[in-house]
Every structure is written in C-alpha cells, then in structure tokens.
C-alpha cells in the first residue's frame, strides 16, 4: 500500500507515525510546502517573545529524524497542486527546483490546514505586515523585530493567536494595540467572560479598539498606518500582525470535485472518508460535526487535529475508528490569567435554537483556609428543561484548566448539568474544596430545576423597575454596599434580614444582590419561606461591576477609536 | 418539623444549612462534643505547620454566626450519650455541666464521624503520645511544639494524615519517622506507585520505618520509647503521633439497634436512612457502597461525607436525594509532589475478583516545548475485555490534580478506559498538550484491546528467562543504555533496529525495553510486522529504577527497622 499525505504538521504527521505503527510495509510519502514538519503551531507566539527560546524546541522533528524512525519520506518545500482522483494521483511541485512531478496513491490524506484569512483591503502587500501561521511566518517576525526593534505594533483581529501575540509583544516592552471588528475579544466567549479578558489586557497596557473595522493600509515612513471605517482615526504602529482568523485551505480539493462545506471546508464521514474514494483528510480544512449541537462546522485546534489523523490512519490500515465531533474546548494564557471554554457558550446555544440558560459562580481555586487561592469566574450553560450541558466557559488565575477539563469531560460523557453535582473530585485544601467549583455549579443549577432557586441575569439589569413596584435588596455588608452598589438596590445585611422582614412588602418581588451570589440565595431561601418571590443575581455584585466596568470602557473605545 | 443533629462537622453542618435553605420554619438543633463546629478538619496539620497561621481559618463558622445566618442552635461541648429511637429522643449531656437531659426530634441526623483507631497497647495514655483528628487534637500538638520544642517524632501509621503531618513537622526542622506496619506507605496506591511517594519523603530527611508493627510506648526522660515487634530496635523520639485509621464511631447507634455493616458502620440506603424510621446517617460513620465494585465499604472523605450531608437534608426535607456512591478519590501533597488517585488500584481490583489490568505512562505536564513542564506517572486501571475503567493513580508535579479530576469524571460518567481517547481537554502549551495525558492513556488501552500492544509488567522482571529463550531487548540510546539498564537486556537503539533485524530470532519472544514506553512500542511495532511476538514494558526504565531502587530501600528498612 502507497499513501500520500498532503501537509506534515499536526494531523498529516500524527496519521503518517500510526500507518506505519499499523503496517511497516506501506510506502509513506508526505508533502509539505514549508521547511518544516510537524512544528509546535501553538508554540509560535512564545518564541517571539522569548519564552520559548531556542526554535529548535519549535521543530523537533525533522524530515531526516522521521524517516530514521518511520521510514516516512517526508518531503518539505514540495508543494501538491493538483489532485487526480480519477487516476489516483497528485501533482506535486518542488518548490527549490520548480520541477513539477505526478505522484501515484493507493490512499490519500490531505492535511492541508488552514491559512490565515487575507482580507481584500488596500496596502494588503506592504512590508512590516505580518500574518502568523508557519514556522517561516514567525522566524520572519522575529527577526524582523531582532533587526528594526519595532516600538509598536497593531494586531488586526481578537482571537488566540492575536491575544497571545500581544502578550509576548508587551513582555518585549512594546506598545500593542489591538483592532476587532466586533466589540469584544475572543469571541468564542460570551461577551460578559469576555469583559474578564479585556480588563486583563488593559491591565497589562494593551490598548484596545473594539468594534472597529480596518479599512485598510498604508507605508510610512518607517511604519504603518492602519486605516478604520467610519471616519475612526487611524492607527499607527511600527509592524502590524494580521490575525483575523483563518479559513480552510481547500483550494486543490474543490479544483478535484471534491464535495465542501461550511466556509469551503472538505467534507468528511466520521471515518475521515471524503467524497472521493480513497481520498481521506483531517485537521483544520474538514468540516466536522458540533458535539453538543449536531451541526456542521469547522474547528482550527490542535487536539481534534491529532485526534482525526489517528483515526484516518486507523482506517486507511483497514480499521474501523470513527470521529464523534468536536466541542471547541480551549484555553489561553492571558498574562497572569486563564480563559478557557468547552462546548457552546450561552450566544451560541440560543443562535443553535437551544433554550439556553447558564449560571455564573465565583469559587475559590482552593480551600480558602489555605493560603494562595484565588478566586475565578465560571459560567456553565445548560438547556432548560432537560438541565442537558452545553458549555462552560472559566476566567480565573490557578485551577481554571482543571475545571474546564472536568466540564469538558462531564459533557464528553453525556452527564447532565445536575448531576455535577454528584462528580467526586479528589480533595485536599491545597487542590480545591470539598465541595469543587464544578460541584457547586451542579448544586446551583440543581436548585434552578427543583424551583429552589430563580435568578435575575446581568441583561435584566438595566431594564428592572425603578418605581417601586420591585424590591430592590442588597445582602452585603453596609461596608460592601458603601464601596459600590448598583442604583436604586436598598442595603438589609443578610444577617439582619430575618430581623427586617416585615419591612418588606410580601406582595412585591425581590431582586437581590450579594458579593458572589451565596448570600443573596440564602436571602431568597428565608425571603421565599416567609412567602416572598424572589430572583437571585446570578454572578453577584463582584461579575456586575467587573462586566459593567468594562463595558463602558468598550464603549468609549468604539467612541474614540483607541483608548487605555 | 424538629430536627435534631449529632455532629457540627462536615456532613452534620452541611445538612443543617441545607434543612434551613429548604425550610425556614423547621427547628434544627445541632450537639457537637467538641468545642468547635464546621471546622476544616483537612487544614489541621497545615496549622501545626504554621502554613495556616491563624487559627480562626480553621473555625470560621462559631455556633453564634451560624445561629444569626441560619438560625440553627449549634449546641458545642454536647455529648449525645444515647438513642431512643422508639419514643424519638436522644439523650445529651452537657460536657461543662454535666447536666443530662432529653431533647424530643421528629428527624434525628447522625454525623458522629470516626475516631482514631487507638490499639489497645501498652503505654497507651502516656503523655507526648497524640493523636490528630479534632481542632482540640491539634491545638494540643501545637502548643507542646511551642512550648516544649520537641526535636524528633515517630508518626505511626502511614496514610494520608500521617504524611501531611510529617511534612509539616520537618518544615518546623523536626526529626521525622514513619512506622507503618505495612511494607509501603499510603495502601490506597499500589505498591509501584506508593514507592515514588516514599523516594520522596526520604529526599526530604523523613525516615522510613516499613513493615514494621508497634508494640508498645514507654515514657523516657524527656521523651518516648516506641516498642516494635519481632526484636527490632525500638524508635525514640521526643513525642508520638497515632495516626493509624479511624473507625466509624457507631456506639450510640449500635446501642440503639441501628442496623450495623461493613466496620461496625451505620448501614443507611441511598436515601441515607437507616434502619430505624426517621433517623438519617451521613459521613465517615456510615456504610457506602463503593461506587466501582458496588460492594459495601467505609470511606472517611469530606467531599462524600458534605455531599450526603445535602442528600440527608433534602430527604428530611421531603424530597428524594439519591446518594450513588464513593469512588475514594483523594489527593494529597507531598511536599513538593502531587500523589491522587480515583476508584480502584490494582491489588483492589484483583481482590474485587475483577480481571484488572492497567498502562503506566510518564507523560508531560505541558508540552515540551514551553518551559516548566515536569514528568508524571500515571497508572490507568481497567477491565480486560470490556475496558471498563477501574481507577486512576498519578504521582507528580503540576497537572497531577487536573489529570485525576478528569479521570474521576469520566470513571462516574461510565466512560470506557478506550473512549478516554476521545476527551476533548483544553490545549495550549502552558497547560497540556496536544495529546493530553488522559488521552495518551486512552490510547495505549485501545491499542491493547486492538492486540496491537501487547505489555510485560514490573511484576514479571524477576522472572524473565535469562537463558536465551526469548530475547530481552533495551531500545534506548548507547548513553542511556550505559546509565542503567536491567540485567540481561542487550542495547540496540530504535532508531537502528530496522538494520539490525537479521540479527534478532524471530522464533523468540522479544521484551522490549526504553525510557518511558514509547521507543519500545514503536519497535514493538516494528518488529511485529516482521513476524515477532513482541511484550512491551509497562512504564519504561524510569518506572522500572524509581521502583526497584525504592524496593531495595524498603527491604532494608525492614531489615534494620529504619534508614535514611
């Protein structure tokens, strides 16, 4: 058996290293059109800034150590231009020597990845405007900052790669600002997580303009003027990184017939098995099924990517595997902080049709009577009703990627939001609590299924009635309440509540509010057993002010272009 | 409804505030013997330590704060002396009067906990000879390290405060020794995995003492004399520890004619009810059913006892909890290591009659490309043929807690050890891999189930033909190789056994050897599909000399009743 693989990172290498685990008489040949082979494409970032710092860590593999080991022809710079499915063949051209070559298979994968998205804008092939994909792309930002030691930066976009470029840029000591088009970063969270993550950019200098679009670019003299719509002042910067997002490079597998989906991605079986016979493919170019919704999509992350080459590589040997979808679970270091998400956040789930509801908790990463906990922010979104999980997203410091990992196993396995609360996590105060951050969202949405508990959300928040025909109550401390408080709330201590009830009308609902939501549900419970009806606010003033405060940073940012 | 609760701890405290979120009218009355309620029991040896500095850390909660928040009386230095199920009272003792009396209930909790198994030996009441449970316990120990400034302790017993206790106390510069009547420490953990534990608490000056049984205490000037069995020397220190295992303390409910199981433990069903009507049971007293093996057991954890606790209150509440059972997971910190575990070990596993086999892997943290990441010994328990998963084991640095949590989930989701494979967990270089550890595991079960890997176990060294009947082969480099090697074993690289194949008999089982499983599966592979019935070594060379050193170690202890 012959195979041929187009493109030898991520999942082209992963299926290359299986076949022959699997048969160590196929003939194996990969083509990849960079130098490089199976590099750390997540690790790209932290060489720029250092972090990681010799590039040799980025490469481990070379064409020669893979062949010694896998006996896979792996070559580099040889890039695959034309697919004849018809004649089980592929034309390849070497791009040191420009010859051109027809290449037989039996079988064949195609790993083609993804390339970043190239807007049609003007200025688009300026020096000094970066994009960041490969291994070449970063060796030449690299050394572009190595030789010009650039002051400033834009970066174009607000996903991963741009987030974590403006880390390591910052840690250079650079000015970074960062244009979305949107009015939020990273928008694979709901735009209150993301609040969390813009404050932490802020925090840490980075200049935000949100909800501005780029319009374009021009040279200056020895920068780039980054050009907004809407009459927005234009950004300057020494260098600009495009990272707008990425589609899915399938150009030669459209020229070939074969069938495409969503965003022209190539469309596979759960075998990896494309339209065409023999021809299988994975990673970042194929469309997937959505875990939790059932819906084609595609996803551009390493783990599915590894996950699809071993299972073609399975079946091309004659197994059976299957892929049973993806969920999108990811995370990312934001300067001291943590983000990470798995499965739908709670836009997502409404746009899905889903009727989606979420509660929102701030637990300690450990037991607070041991010292260095500290607190995060979690959101898990369930569906009414049949409490099914859909997603959680987390924002915090130490403990963040542990608690994603469990939702995102709990929703692998098809647990319900409620039964959470029954998952027994091992436990020791420097680790986490006796009853986990994860547990504590199952006993909260446990509460919501059995009517123990009704909330009042975030979005409510500008639109409950000012007129008194509302009990407005907040449960902290008068001291938490002197610090900051939501207009028109009335300060009754939690612990004085019982003391005060009948100061309260019982024929009015109550709307309360505490620091984290603990103490405003008890609120509720005691005000619900004297007949009350009331709605607790689900996050607590802490998710309130941080969400709010940011929010009208945003907005002032979208008014001004740019702001700190 | 009247609710009378034994016990302010953990469950007992937990069900109090639940019954009062649940309803506002009931009277709940708490009687606790000790002076303190709703303490961290798993933060004591940290206070002795002084990682905890201030006490009040430990007891946040004061019978006053919990009567003005959920008005509950919380009844301390209480003594509940006897049951009387048939006219529905209990009668209590007021430990600073000594006044006794009864107090009526509609719903009695029982939350006795357990107390630590004291060994009818000699010089059991000696001073200098503790034991560690309640907040009274260590302020005890506290204040004799103050004052007294003992400079030495024997620890007797080898688990989970044992170990934690014996950190704390070097930290404080102590002489330190374990006796432990067992040949290992920590019997939750197999044998090979407690061994990493041990090499640990060594390299930090704790002195072990295995396999060796107390017999006895004598007071010596200034100090005490710990009498061991079968001639051994004794140990002398200047105080003495107990920390040996707790027993469910069930006196009262078994004088009343509660129904009594595994231990002499309280026998409730899933609704935590025993077997007198209206009278519940939660925590360390109580039978569970092991959450793997179905079968009855004891477990004393806090995560079990404060989930029961809600399940106890909501059924006194009138509604239908269900509890489903402990799976024992557990984590505890090493001084700088990380030891947890989830559902069954090995030894476990066999003793449940199950046909149990596991995979022993030393994955990474993090990627290896970004700095910081550290090793990890992970050993995955499942069942032959159906891959059910049995447990987990994980020693390590960071990542250990995470990695367990996930396999807690997926062990109380069903999940199968193979479907570990398809977790989508969270990547980014600063936290995992692309391939993360829990699916790497998922990986080597499902080639095993596919007869794709076929292993040999630490168990089979000793037994290996030395005489040329099988071919003993070790895949690592000549310098590695040079470094150590198991006798017997000859070297001959991965990455040249391809042109050495004529030289191996292909009519002999080879056992193939390297660093941590990898090479040696890939040349496994390899020498498969040339014809040879190949047994790769579980955990590789690093498992194989962390365990045998550590053994030989062990082996000495016993000899001479203590060692470095």
New interface residues.
């Given amino acids: 058996m012959k195979v041929v693989i187009v493109g030898g990172v991520?999942g082209g290498a992963t299926a290359a290293a299986r076949i022959?685990?699997?048969?160590?008489?196929a003939e194996i040949v990969v083509f990849e059109r960079t130098r490089y082979i199976s590099y750390?494409n997540?690790?790209l970032p932290?060489y720029i800034g250092g972090?990681?710092a010799d590039p040799e860590?980025?490469t481990?593999q070379t064409p020669e150590s893979f062949y010694?080991?896998f006996?896979v022809r792996m070559k580099v710079r040889h890039e695959v231009t034309a697919l004849h499915p018809e004649r089980k063949t592929v034309t390849v051209k070497n791009l040191e020597t420009g010859e051109e070559f027809e290449e037989s298979y039996d079988k064949l994968l195609l790993s083609p990845g993804a390339r970043p998205a190239q807007p049609r804008l003007p200025g688009m092939g300026i020096s000094r405007l970066f994009t960041l994909r490969t291994v070449e792309d970063t060796f030449r930002i690299k050394s572009y900052i190595d030789q010009a030691h650039p002051k400033s930066a834009v970066l174009a976009g607000g996903g991963?790669i741009s987030l974590?470029l403006a880390e390591n840029l910052r840690e250079l000591g650079m000015e970074v600002t960062i244009v979305q088009q949107v009015g939020q970063l990273m928008e694979p969270f709901d735009p209150d997580m993301a609040a969390f993550l813009q404050s932490e950019m802020r925090r840490h200098g980075v200049k935000l303009a949100l909800g501005r679009t780029v319009d374009g670019f021009e040279e200056t003299d020895g920068g780039v003027k980054v050009l907004l719509k809407e009459e927005a002042s234009p950004l300057c910067a020494d260098m600009v990184v495009l990272a707008i997002g990425v589609t899915p490079d399938t150009r030669l597998a459209g020229a070939a017939g074969l069938e495409l989906g969503v965003k022209g991605s190539i469309v596979v079986n759960d075998r990896m098995e494309t339209s065409a016979p023999d021809i299988y493919a994975v990673g970042d170019a194929v469309q997937v099924r959505n875990?939790v919704t059932g819906q084609d999509t595609v996803v551009a992350?390493?783990?599915?990517?590894?996950?699809q080459g071993?299972i073609a590589a399975d079946n091309i040997c004659g197994?059976d595997s299957r892929y049973?979808g993806?969920?999108?679970?990811?995370?990312?270091?934001v300067f001291g902080m943590?983000a990470?998400?798995?499965g739908l956040n709670e836009t997502q789930a409404r746009a899905a049709g889903l009727d989606a509801d979420a509660v929102i908790l701030s637990p300690m990463s450990h037991?607070?009577?041991?010292?260095g906990g500290k607190v995060m922010t979690m959101k898990v979104v369930f569906e009414t009703g049949t409490c099914r999980l859909l997603g959680a997203q987390i924002v915090g410091y130490e403990g963040v990627?542990?608690r994603?990992?469990?939702l995102?196993?709990?929703l692998?396995?098809?647990?319900k939001a409620t039964e959470l609360?029954?998952?027994?996590?091992?436990?020791?105060?420097?680790?986490?609590s006796?009853?986990?951050p994860v547990?504590m969202a199952g006993?909260l949405i446990d509460n919501l299924a059995?009517g123990?508990l009704k909330q009042w959300r975030l979005e409510e928040a500008a639109s409950l009635p000012q007129d008194g025909s509302v009990t407005l109550l907040d449960t902290r401390t008068a001291e938490e309440y002197a610090q900051g408080h939501i207009d028109g709330f009335f300060n009754l201590p939690?612990?004085e509540l019982?003391e005060h009830l009948d100061e309260l009308d019982p024929g009015k609902p109550v709307y309360v509010i505490c620091q984290s939501g603990l103490r405003s549900?008890?609120a509720c419970?005691?005000l619900?057993?004297?007949g009350f009806t009331c709605y607790n606010f689900s996050g607590g003033f802490r998710f309130y002010d941080a969400v709010t405060h940011e929010r009208v940073l945003t907005e002032k940012a979208t008014a001004c272009g740019m702001d700190q």
Same sequence: chains 1, 2.
């Fill in positions: 991520a022959r685990r699997l048969d160590e008489q750390a997540c690790g932290y972090v990681i860590t980025l481990l010694t080991r006996r991963f974590e875990f992350l390493a783990g599915p990517a590894n996950k071993r197994g049973t993806a969920q999108g679970s990811s995370i990312l270091k943590t990470a998400l798995t037991a607070g009577y041991y010292p990627d542990k994603i990992d469990v995102a196993a709990a692998r396995a098809g647990m609360k029954e998952l027994e996590l091992a436990y020791a105060p420097p680790y986490s006796a009853k986990d547990n006993f059995r123990l939690l612990d019982r549900y008890i419970r005691i619900s057993g004297h």
